[in-house]
């Protein structure tokens, strides 16, 4: 069970509650947020179900959830989350577009992607400013100078910045220029990194690890959301399988999965889900016809040049082409690009 504080609950009240629960023979973790105090409860089912919860003194609400995931779970809230990224909003109506390069190369190529995608409709602006890779002498990126440019590109469009954090160290910098902080496939379970973004006060946009079932991904998020950090937006961006032929195989069965088990926004990325630009249209047309929240997309203004992603990444054409399909399928699910 989740037992949910009001926001003027006081310690005092929070006390009087974990001293029944320790006399009734329960635990409990306590998560102190900004804004509430949550009491996640364990033990035995029938010492939770006798206890008279819901009058205790402070109490908003009690929850049973059967799952580890508490706080993420449908059970927890019934309403489709919107998150709202500094007035651009995304979840329930609200189809959200986050589109631009794999890596930042250099203003100009930035500037290029930036100026098309808004152009195109997207209202965030993605691009990796520390990268991940696969080897080491891959281009790691511009680092701070990536994020310097990330934010010259949001002042001159408006978009909004996404962009990943691959470590707790950087949370505070990549915090100062980015809108969304995006966790990475590798680092789903960096429990440390999840904690600390989970203490921070911008939206996290949280990816489905390579190798990791959908309950592992909610329980990611639950990390953050039990930090405080109820802005978490979810990303199906493919996983390993046995098929080669493409980078990942994209599971849009987990996108109809968690839009039932979760009440958060979850979004597709059918760049990292493919690896082929060719196959980036139509699984964003199915990714938004199975009703995701919406997409992240790599766009170059010449992919054959990219210094990262090349293969699966569009041209700024081919981009303005996805957008007036999504479009009109989003019409379909009852979203909108906004
Ligand atoms: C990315 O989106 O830039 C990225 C590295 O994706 P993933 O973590 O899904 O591989
Ligand atoms: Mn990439």
Partial sequence: MVIVM???????????????????????????????????????????????????????KSIAVTESYKLVSREFRHEDTVIDVQGTKIGGRH?????????????????????????????????????????????QGLEEKGLELLAEARERTGLKIVTEVLDSS?????????????????????????KTVGKSDKPVLLKRGLAATISEWLNAAEYIMSEGNYNVILCERGIRTFETYTRNTLDLGAVAAVKSLSHLPVIVDPSHGTGHWKMVRPMARAAVAAGADGLIIEVHPNPAEA????????????????????????????????
């Fill in 170 to 194: 950087a949370v505070d910098i990549v915090s100062q220029y980015a809108d969304v902080l995006q966790i990475g496939t590798r680092n789903m379970q960096n429990f440390t990194l999840l």
């Fill in 307 to 338: 210094l990262c992603d090349g293969n699966q990444s569009l041209t700024p054409e081919n981009f303005s082409l996805l957008m007036d399909e999504v479009g009109a399928i989003a019409a379909i699910t009852g979203k909108a690009i906004p």
């Fill in 95 to 139: 189809l959200g577009i986050m589109a631009g390069p794999c890596a930042v190369e250099s203003l100009d190529q930035l500037l290029e992607a930036a100026s098309a995608v808004k152009r195109a409709g997207a209202q965030f602006l993605r691009g990796g400013a520390y990268k991940p890779r696969t080897s080491p002498y891959s281009f």
């Fill in 6 to 60: 009001q926001a003027q609950a006081t310690q005092n009240d929070v006390d009087i509650v974990t001293k029944k629960l320790v006399e009734a023979g329960l635990q409990y973790y306590l998560s102190q947020g900004e804004a509430r105090t949550i009491i996640g409860v364990i033990g035995d089912e029938k010492s939770i179900a006798q206890l008279p919860v819901d009058v205790f003194p402070g109490v908003e």
